[in-house]
């Protein structure tokens, strides 16, 4: 293989390697692929074949450099495991040869670092290979104990780029998993190894120190013992830390402190890491001394998070979240439980403080699971002699308590608009899932939330936990389906940009799929949580619901556009729609009615027949108002719409109109339900092509298999509901009523009347008559939409069922059911 050809192959090897948690065909087939690719012993004499190794899998390593490393731990781990119980190990031999000529590599790059012009490219090869090298530590480090003191050496690389820090961190990584591996290691080396460490401590950033501390950790606790010497150090940062803490206490607005602001960052920060891996409370540390470190320690770091400087709040958070690794029983202190929620909770908190609680959080889940995995190991080997099994479930009943404290406002967190606190909270719950340290149930609605992220990590990163509850819990997700839909639509408001644009329910790209569509294809399977799910929905647009308008529009967005794939899906939902609008629609109707002022020139008491009848034709208990209705009632009706007659009703009706606006303002509200399931009602007619005749022959009672038919979808029909979007984005329930808004809501309501009166015809009236009457309804419907194309609102009758065809008009007879 030549030179020019190696990026090419990378992108292959990583676009194929990133599916090795794909399903089980394509893992096998991806194991097997780099398993005679990269984890096939080479012939000793073949240099050149090693080389190419070598430098593809250092290539695809430093592609990945900012995505992760997790797939070659699987893949490696997946390998190895095939192979345990085999007496040959090809793979395990193969893996020994790569490490070996890894080693030869890094110090043949080291040599040529002096060479100016390819100083760049091989101090990128260095880290890449150094990486692969820590990669290969992770899963088995007893490869690398021969290399150990080969590899100590780099801790005095002189930091001068990235590189060089990367260089430092990984090789920080390895000693630590390798030194405890060594069978007798010489006190020099070791010596040598806690000193390195202890001076990057001192001098370098954040990065590094807690790599550093990380490795002393290992070294100290499992090999060296040397106590007093971390003793030193904790105290060196914990006397400056106290010093400060006293100044600020005598003079809050002493400029010492901000003279000092480097030294105190640096204190918080050590401190913290230093507790995270020493248990300074041991007597190895404190001797007879009857303090107690972990308190002091946590009063001091609590002191700092209430400073004015919040990068000082910041650390001292940081330096908390390492204390609490070590001790977990100190989340559960008041002045912690606090100091969290508070930084959770409040929307007017800094967004560093709130990321920093969230990643405390994270960091601490992460720690505990490596530490139950690693007792799993350990019960395994020692299974018989004592149970350690026991042991794990200790320490996870800690860190459900833990999580069952925290656990509402990590959840409230994912209403933000920004991305990066939604992020670590769906962290921080994933976590908590996969441990098992709560019941799912409570966080499906969040996840169902999280599901329509702008983000598609995110998103795919919440519906993958759906599914996974939906496989331990049938039933979890259709029972809070509904309340999932509205918490999308709080995180969709959280995330909304321009608070004067409405909230949409579809995303805004080619392919206009409803943001809960995933949602939607895990229910749609069941037939019975399937018609549950919608009705529950077509529920909230029930005049009764008093549901906000906006979110109306959000509702009927995803109803539009939910991946239907029979026909009985949509035709349900028209059903459903026509049983709504008969009872809101003379609700709706009956209560403007009823806020009409009297005339008092015409007034008199109606008889009960008289008020029976004016009540079933839906008139008013004004004079005038009856007056307006009559000729709409009384002429035939193939011509009530002229604009004369429309124009004396209107002026009719606005004569009876109350001097308080609220009723209008009311109607005008709650009618918005209404003509989005009208809306929503056309829509999906036009996409699926249904006629007029299909949608009144529809029964829910019919079996299933007579709609199983699947839909032929038309392009480029979209839900644009133009009536209530222009209702939003004038902030009409809140602006001042204009005679013109006044004449427009009245004509409104005149057309509302008009399809009312229309919506169920007479079966006994003359063809002629019937016609007559859809016209009118087909009118009323395209008046109240705003006009617009037929496309949209005139009923289309692809089916050509002539017979009854028009019988239904745009709202299938209700009456007939």
């Known amino acids: 293989i030549e030179q020019p050809t190696f990026p090419k192959i990378t992108e292959m090897c ?37 080389t190419r190794k070598i430098l593809n899998i250092t290539d695809v390593v430093a592609a990945c450099r900012d995505t992760g490393y997790d797939w070659f731990e699987q893949l490696l781990q997946n390998l190895l495991k095939s192979e345990e119980d085999a007496s040959y190990k090809p793979v395990k031999k193969a893996c020994t040869q790569l490490v070996d000529n890894l080693v030869e590599h890094i110090l043949k790059y080291e040599e040529s670092l002096s060479d100016s012009d390819n100083k760049g490219v091989n101090s990128g090869r260095l880290v890449a290979c150094i990486t692969t090298l820590f990669l290969f530590s992770k899963i088995r480090p007893q490869l690398m104990v021969k290399h150990a003191m080969t590899m100590q050496p780099y801790l005095t690389t002189k930091c001068s780029t990235q590189n060089d820090f990367m260089v430092i961190c990984n090789v920080a990584k390895i000693l630590e998993l390798v030194v405890p591996l060594m069978e007798h290691p010489s006190e020099t080396f070791l010596a040598t190894i806690e000193e390195d460490l202890m001076k990057l401590i001192i001098k370098y950033g954040m990065t590094v120190v807690q790599h550093c501390v990380s490795c002393l950790g290992a070294v100290v606790n499992k090999v060296t013992q040397n106590y007093k010497f971390v003793w030193a150090c904790f105290n060196r940062y914990y006397g400056a830390l106290s010093k400060l803490k006293n100044q600020h206490q005598e003079d809050p607005n002493s400029t010492i402190l901000t003279a000092n602001k480097p030294a105190l960052l640096r204190s918080l920060f050590t401190v913290g890491a230093l507790c995270r891996h020493f248990d300074f409370d041991q007597e190895d540390f404190k001797g007879n001394s009857k303090v107690n470190i972990k308190d002091k320690v946590l009063e001091l770091l609590m002191y700092f998070t209430k400073h004015s400087d919040e990068e000082v709040q910041t650390k001292a958070i940081i330096g908390l979240g390492f204390a609490f690794i070590q001790h977990p029983s100190l989340m559960f202190e008041q002045e912690v439980k606090t100091l969290y929620n508070s930084i959770l909770s409040d929307k007017n908190c800094s967004v560093n403080l709130k990321i920093q609680v969230l990643k405390n959080l994270q960091t601490y889940l992460q720690e505990e699971d490596t530490r139950m995995q690693q007792a799993d190991r350990d019960w395994k080997k020692v299974a018989k002699q004592e149970d350690l099994k026991e042991m794990g479930d200790i320490s996870s009943g800690m860190s459900s308590s833990i999580m069952q404290l925290y656990l509402k406002q990590v959840l409230e967190a994912f209403f933000h608009n920004q991305s990066s606190v939604r992020h670590f909270a769906l962290n921080v719950i994933a976590l908590t899932l996969n441990q098992g340290l709560i019941h799912p149930v409570q966080c499906v609605p969040y996840l169902i939330a999280m599901g329509t992220d702008p983000e598609p990590s995110m998103r795919n990163k919440a519906d993958q936990q759906l599914v996974e509850i939906d496989k331990k819990y049938a039933g979890f997700i259709h029972m809070k389906a509904v309340a999932g839909m509205k918490m999308s639509y709080q995180v969709q408001q959280a995330i909304n940009t321009c608070p004067k644009d409405p909230v949409r329910g579809f995303r805004h790209d080619e392919s206009s799929s409803a943001l809960c569509s995933h949602l939607y294809s895990m229910i749609r399977g069941n037939r019975q949580h399937r018609r549950a799910f919608l009705i529950s929905l077509l529920n909230l647009f029930d005049d009764t619901a008093k549901t906000e308008v906006n979110m109306l529009l959000y509702i009927a967005d995803n109803l539009a556009c939910f991946p239907y794939q029979t026909q009985e899906e949509p035709l349900f939902i028209m059903h459903h729609i026509d049983i709504t609008l008969s009872v809101s629609g003379s609700n709706l109707l009956q209560s403007f009615k009823e806020s009409m002022v009297k005339d008092k020139k015409k007034e008199r008491k109606p008889s009960s027949d008289e008020e029976t009848e004016s009540d079933s034709n839906s008139g008013s208990d004004s004079e005038s ?54 809306m929503l009602k056309q829509h ?101 939409l705003g006009g617009g194309s037929p496309k949209n609102n005139a009923a289309e009758t692809e089916d050509d069922e002539s017979d009854g065809e028009d019988r239904g008009g745009g709202t299938s007879g209700v009456r007939r059911r």
């Open 14 to 50: 990583v676009k194929m390697i990133r599916r090795v948690n794909d399903e089980e065909g394509i893992k096998k087939l991806v194991n097997e692929t780099f398993q005679k690719l990269w984890f096939t012993p080479t012939p000793h004499h073949d240099k050149e074949a090693m």
């Open 625 to 678: 108002e009856e007056e307006a209705s009559k000729p709409r009632r009384l002429r035939k009706r193939v011509d009530s719409d002229s604009d004369s007659d429309e124009e004396n009703d209107i002026n009719a009706v606005m004569k009876c109109l109350p001097e308080n606006s609220a009723p209008l303002i009311e109607f005008a509200n709650v009618s918005q339900g209404i003509l989005l399931l009208l």
């Open 684 to 784: 999906l007619k036009n996409l699926c092509g249904f006629s007029d005749s299909k949608i009144q022959k529809y029964s829910p009672s019919e079996s299933a298999k007579v709609y199983d038919k699947a839909i032929n979808r038309k392009t480029g029909v979209h839900f644009h509901p133009k009536q209530t979007l222009d209702f939003l984005r004038s902030d009409m329930a809140n602006s001042k009523i204009t005679e013109e808004v006044k004449r427009s809501i009245v004509k409104q309501y005149l057309d509302f009347k008009l399809l009312m009166e229309h919506l169920d015809p007479d079966e006994e009236e003359e063809d002629g008559e019937v016609s007559a009457s859809t016209n009118a309804r087909n009118k009323a419907i395209t008046s109240l």
